[in-house]
């Protein structure tokens, strides 16, 4: 398995142009989770998928950020216009839900976003 | 709300000693504890996964434990080695939700 996949792994973008962040989780997981890492707070969830529908997006930050999983194998984490502030590693991550929530997540290797 | 803190926030051992890392959590209802290592400027690699009946897992070197009634959990590396200088994190699975420590950076001289 190629484990989850994420693209691009770098962005450098002007201020108020759009940024578009994509992931494939690995095949047959049913949860797909968005990470936000920065110095300041650490990693926080953005946003979480359960079979393609949101179920959880209070982490996030404000309406410039939308995320969609339009099937199993596939999102997007889209910002609206960027900001300097939304600068950070995104992280992707999925997960098997199985045997109740004992499985491990599996990251990918992040989308480092610089917006100038 | 879940909060998870590690300590110290940074450890500069030298080679070849056992060190202890320290994570402790504020709500024992977790469903299990995750160890992850992470590399400067890269993603995150799980270490280690312990489940809410579990008291230890080790992997080679590694030995974690968790005590959820005290809301505590410790890595052990033993023999530390210049390959093992990365931030390792600790998270707490809860309702769907992986809640992250902010780490604690290792650094292993020669």
């Known amino acids: 398995d190629a484990g989850v996949i994420q693209s691009p792994r770098h962005e450098v973008t002007e201020m108020g142009q759009e940024v578009t962040l994509r992931c494939k989780p690995i095949s047959g997981h049913d949860y797909l989770f968005w990470y936000r890492q920065t110095m300041m707070r650490g990693l926080e969830l953005l946003i979480y998928?359960?079979?393609?529908?949101?179920?959880?997006d209070s982490g996030m930050p404000e309406d410039r950020f939308s995320a969609k999983m339009p099937n199993a194998s596939f999102s997007t984490l889209k910002i609206q216009p960027s900001e300097p502030r939304d600068s950070a590693v995104y992280f992707c991550?999925?997960?098997?839900?199985?045997?109740?929530?004992?499985?491990?997540?599996?990251f990918g290797s992040g989308t480092r976003l610089t917006v100038v | 709300k879940q909060e998870v803190t590690q300590i110290p926030a940074a450890l500069s051992v030298p080679e070849g000693e056992n060190l202890v890392l320290n994570c402790s959590f504020t709500?024992?209802?977790?469903?299990?504890l995750q160890w992850f290592r992470q590399d400067p400027g890269k993603g995150l690699t799980s270490l280690l996964l312990i489940q809410s009946s579990q008291r230890e897992q080790t992997s080679g070197r590694l030995n974690a434990s968790l005590d959820k009634s005290s809301g505590r959990s410790t890595l052990y590396i033993a023999a530390s080695q210049p390959g093992d200088s990365a931030t390792y994190l600790c998270a707490v699975q809860g309702a769907q939700k992986l809640v992250f420590g902010q780490g604690t950076r290792l650094t292993i001289n020669p």
């Open positions: 709500d024992s209802a977790i469903y299990n």
């Open positions: 998928f359960n079979n393609n529908v949101p179920i959880d």
């Open positions: 991550a999925s997960r098997l839900a199985g045997q109740a929530l004992n499985y491990g997540y599996t």
